[in-house]
């Protein structure tokens, strides 16, 4: 994993706070590079701060409006953004920033960089809109186009979860202790057949189609945290057969890779990031 120099420049005090919330593994610590490590514990805490953004909207009258691609954003979206981006610009100068609420630099200046952070202020806000609960906050940092660290946080759950690819593992931070649980794929197939994950819809026909005269059960969860489900072993399958963006999946791909899984195209072959549109084929997420 590349080791950036960018440093940011933090006061003690809030460093020391983040420290005492969130306590990194040593796991962590020693894969993460140099400057990331130093400032990890208050991007977690920045990912719940967008979270507490979040949910001073979450169940109140709101006006939405529809982007091009038919999905909604709300003032939550933006405030959540806004919050987000000052704070990243803060930990981490000089690291470009891609977030759905954000602008998308032209293509060609994309590719050239080779470090940036992918951001989705609230993955999941038609799920926000019905108040079912399952939105979360999506931050991954991306070396060469590559997923290497993620930290999902689900706000009404309490919950932070990271991963660290190369050795660094997966861990779920909840109930406000700073020592984190480290969590792992299960691929023990239950004797009625593995747990697939399905989006909070009623009528699914690709999956039912894709799933057709093989035994398993369903597990019905929103955005982003089907990878958590997926990474603390509460599921062996996530089948993606609907359209995503790279910051719908970065945070989640590198969560559950970490655990022990995997997050392929349909046919075995890597998810690319990077990609000029960011618009992701389906993709197969395993334990």
């Known amino acids: 994993m590349a080791r950036g120099r960018t440093r940011s420049r933090l006061p003690a005090q809030e460093k020391n706070r983040a420290a ?15 400057m990331l490590a130093e400032v990890f514990p208050q991007l977690l805490a920045l990912a719940v701060s967008a979270g ?35 704070g990243l610009a803060r930990l981490l100068p000089g690291i470009p920033v891609i977030s759905e609420e954000g ?31 399952q939105f979360t906050v999506n931050v991954a940092y991306m070396d060469n186009h590559v997923p290497v ?18 050795g660094g593992g997966a ?6 202790r700073a020592e984190p649980q480290r969590i792992h794929t299960n691929r023990s197939v239950p004797a009625t057949g593995p747990v697939v994950l399905q989006s909070n819809v009623d009528k699914t026909p690709r999956l039912d189609a ?17 990878f958590c489900l997926l990474a603390e072993g509460a599921a062996q399958l996530f089948p993606c057969l609907h359209p995503t963006w790279e ?31 960011l618009l992701n084929d389906w993709f197969l997420a395993k334990a």
């Open 20 to 34: 005492s919330v969130f306590r990194l593994p040593d796991s962590m610590q020693a894969t993460l590079p140099s």
């Open 52 to 86: 507490d953004t979040i949910l001073q909207w979450y169940g109140t009258p709101m006006p939405v409006q529809m982007k091009e691609d038919e999905t909604p954003v709300t003032p939550a979206d933006e405030a959540a953004h806004a919050l987000l981006a000052e």
């Open 103 to 133: 602008g998308l630099p032209p293509a060609q200046e994309r590719a050239a960089w080779s470090r940036y952070l992918l951001v989705d202020p609230l993955d999941g806000t038609k799920g926000f809109l019905r108040q079912n609960g």
């Open 149 to 166: 660290a993620g930290i999902v946080h689900v706000p009404l759950q309490g919950c932070t979860y990271c991963g660290v690819a190369d």
């Open 171 to 176: 861990f779920r931070y909840e109930g406000g």
């Open 210 to 226: 894709y799933l057709h005269g093989t035994p398993h059960t369903r597990l019905r969860a929103g955005s982003a945290y089907k």
């Open 247 to 277: 910051w719908d999946t970065a945070a989640g791909h590198v969560l559950v890779a970490a655990a022990g899984g995997t997050v392929t195209g349909m046919r075995g072959a890597p998810l690319v990031y990077g990609k000029p549109t």
